[in-house]
């Protein structure tokens, strides 16, 4: 059977959260296309409504809506698929279709109606809690940057104190 990976983001808070269906879960998804309605009672959300704003397949190939078929290579512009260069460059990129089948591996969702228990609840995060990445991690390390003037001037003082040495 299908097992998706789920990202879904919460646009009031500007979080998002991962969910991975399997099986009898996953079947309110196949068929669906890009910017299709889902209810969330089929995968333990209940309330919560959300909309299919893309995915990507198990090669990691986006999904483009308005694309029919499984996997294509189209020549596009900068948009899905292909962030673009100078003005007018066009590349030709493999991208997936919009309608969700069982090789799609990652689906991008979005809540539009929200139900009785906040996202965090759900996912067992309380409602204060910071989600930490490792950039996160590696910023608290580092000691601060100092301006390139202060860097002089404390050079300077060093430079200083060992004359008077």
Known sequence: MASF??????PSTGRSYQKEVKDNMATPFIGLNI???????????NGYEFQVTGGSDYCGF?????ILGQRKKITIY?????RGGLKGI???KTICGHKIHERISQINLKVVKEGPKKL????????????????????EDKPE????GQ??????KAGDKKDNL
């Open 5 to 10: 990976k789920l990202c879904i983001s919460d």
């Open 151 to 156: 860097k002089q001037a404390d050079d300077q």
């Open 35 to 45: 910017g299709e309605s889902v209810k969330g009672d089929g995968f333990e959300m």
């Open 90 to 92: 066009k590349r030709r």
């Open 62 to 66: 986006p999904m483009r809506r308005g």
């Open 120 to 139: 965090n609840e759900l996912f067992g995060m309380p409602e204060g809690e910071k989600n930490i990445t490792a950039a996160d991690e590696k910023q």
């Open 78 to 82: 900068a948009g899905i698929g292909f």
């Open 145 to 148: 940057k100092k301006a390139a």
